[in-house]
């Protein structure tokens, strides 16, 4: 009963084909396109791929996205569908103001979190860090809550807002460095200590909340590699994040 798990992100669209619609499924095939192309994921990409039986997709890219690529989907006999962030799901609670309204991807990939949390032991309070096109710091307690979390830029859109809105800022991609002293390392340093100073500033914020117990941090998205070398704290990068909350509910809606 293979799943097809979708990720519309909003520079690129990520897909994964498991065995089966359950947390720890075997990976039988991923990819990943950028938006431009995802018109023509049916003739190549999924053309070989053998016909999975259910999908579940998060989308934060917008309706127009979503309907091209159900048009894709068209390709087998599938009900496309889409997680759209509730009050609570899969043993989580939504803290948002109004629930609806929490980007997919986040309440997604902190379900995937939660059941990484779970999976390793007794329930502590996890970070959850998605480093894409832009970024977000989760914050979960102890017994699942959803307290609220951070969007910033990401590091691209960093340096393209620095782009416009200077006159002199036209440079190479540089090092991180502790004192960077060239305009290119200065604005990559930047960027990055940008988002780290972030998450450390959202772990105290938890560990506060949280009697002193130190939170798992649990990072992921396609950026997450370069900068979590820069984390001055215990971590784990976890690329399938978004793809192990899509499992989880999916198994849960199953079990219902
Ligand atoms: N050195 C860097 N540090 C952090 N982020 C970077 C760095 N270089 C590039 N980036 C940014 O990381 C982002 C990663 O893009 P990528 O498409 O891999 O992420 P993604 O998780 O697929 O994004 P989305 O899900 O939003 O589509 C790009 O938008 C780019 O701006
Ligand atoms: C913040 C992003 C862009 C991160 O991908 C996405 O989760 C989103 O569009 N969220 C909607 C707004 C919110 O989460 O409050
Ligand atoms: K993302």
Redesign the pocket.
Known sequence: MSFLAI?I????L?WAQYASPQPGAALLAHG?VFLETIDELAEKEWRELAPPHSMLGCVVAGEAVRRRVEEQLELWDLTPRWVVSSPREAGLVNGYDHPARLGA?RWVAMIGARGHVLARGPARPALVV?????VTVDAIDREGHFLGGLILP????MLRALESGTAGLRVPTGEVMPFPANTSDAL?SG??YA?TGAIERMRRHLRERSQGEEPLVLIT???GW??APYLDMPHELLESLIFDGLLNIQSHRLAL
């Not at 992100?9 to 690129?12: E, I, K, S, V, Y």
């Not at 998605?130 to 832009?134: L, R, S, W």
């Not at 990401?154 to 859109?157: D, F, K, L």
């Open positions: 990720d992100g909003n520079t690129r990520k990943a991807d998605m480093i894409g096109t832009a990401g590091h691209g859109i990559t960027g990055t988002i998205g396609g950026a370069k900068v």
